[in-house]
């Protein structure tokens, strides 16, 4: 009698052409425009930073893997995504050999120590760059003026906003020509990357959404009652890292809620976390701590947001 074996296997049982490979490499994809502004703009201290960043990730990564008996992930490309996203968001006057230790932190304390893709807590490229502001403040904080082959230093918008008062204003903000890092250079290239990868599917418009609707809801409540005080939501929208980190880094499934519900809450978190250290806080910027710390709450918001099963009634005390 011929019998055939049945394998019952883990979860997922449905095949998709779409793997974490893919998923890379649309999001590289998508960060084209924005490197190519930031090259535009910085040349070859942008390449100098790139180039460095992505090294360190995958120096990083293959030695460690190599290490401790593990296969070589290096052809999945998140460690050439990690490090692209570290240089976008590192200035473009920082020495290289910063941005390489960078790119060895964001892989080994990143993602290997808690067991590698998918299993990370915080978004590793922005948990390496918490560490460089910690270690070189003053790198990290030293900023050029774009298309310029001098060290002639500058203030970046926010800088300028919450020190001096100065609105840069939206078309300038828009097109780029402006002091930050790497990839908060041109607004429209990252917004292009954004519609890329909604258009692909890759990212869930939710978090985004959430992100960019609280910063101009609290943009507006703010000018409401202090008009002479406050930046306008289009400012806040489009200087700084709000974009980048709101698109490419908020949206990173590994450190993001699951749930439809805890999206909207996750990106709402961010953009009132983000509002609150931009005015109160002594940084201009609060677009790191922000998703670094509603990273640290996912667990929580992934439990809140749960749905609830059908059939199931809620038990009395």
Not at 18 to 36: E, T
Not at 155 to 170: M, Q, V
Request: proline share 6%; charged share 15%.
């Amino acid at each position: 009698m011929n019998t055939k074996k049945l394998t019952i296997n883990v979860s997922p049982h449905v095949l998709s052409p779409v793997d974490s490979r893919s998923m890379m490499k649309d999001v590289i994809k998508a960060l084209i425009p924005a490197l190519a502004a930031a090259l535009y703009f910085f040349r070859l201290a942008a390449l100098g930073v790139i180039v460095s960043s992505v090294a360190g990730c995958l120096v990083a990564e293959y030695a460690l893997q190599k290490w401790r008996g593990k296969k070589i992930r290096i052809n999945d490309l998140s460690a050439l995504l990690t490090g692209i996203l570290l240089a976008m968001v590192l200035p473009p006057a920082l020495p290289v050999w910063m941005a390489f230790l960078g790119g060895v932190f964001a892989i080994s304390l990143g993602k290997e120590i808690f067991g590698g893709v998918g299993h990370n807590i915080f978004n590793p490229a922005l948990l390496a760059r918490a560490f460089l502001m910690a270690a070189f403040p003053v790198a990290l904080t030293t900023w050029v003026k774009p298309i310029t082959l001098d060290a002639v230093t500058t203030a970046t918008p926010l800088g300028l906003e919450k020190f001096d008062h100065i609105i840069t204003s939206p078309v300038t903000l828009f097109f780029g020509k402006i002091g930050g890092s790497l990839g908060e250079t041109s607004a429209v290239a990252l917004i292009l990357g954004g519609i890329y990868l909604l258009l692909k599917k890759v990212i869930d418009y939710r978090i985004p959404a959430a992100y960019m609707g609280t910063v101009i809801l609290f943009s507006l409540i703010a000018r409401e009652i202090a008009p002479d005080k406050f930046a306008p939501p289009m400012f806040h929208l489009l200087a700084g890292g709000l974009l980048i980190g709101a698109i490419f880094m908020a949206t990173d499934p590994v450190t993001s809620p699951v749930t439809a519900k805890g999206r909207w809450i996750f990106g709402a978190g961010c953009g009132l976390i983000t509002m609150i250290i931009r005015t109160w806080g002594g940084l201009p910027e609060g677009v790191m701590y922000s998703i670094l710390l509603m990273n640290a709450l996912t667990p929580i918001v992934n439990k809140m947001s749960r749905p609830k099963r059908f059939g199931v009634r809620k038990r009395k005390k």
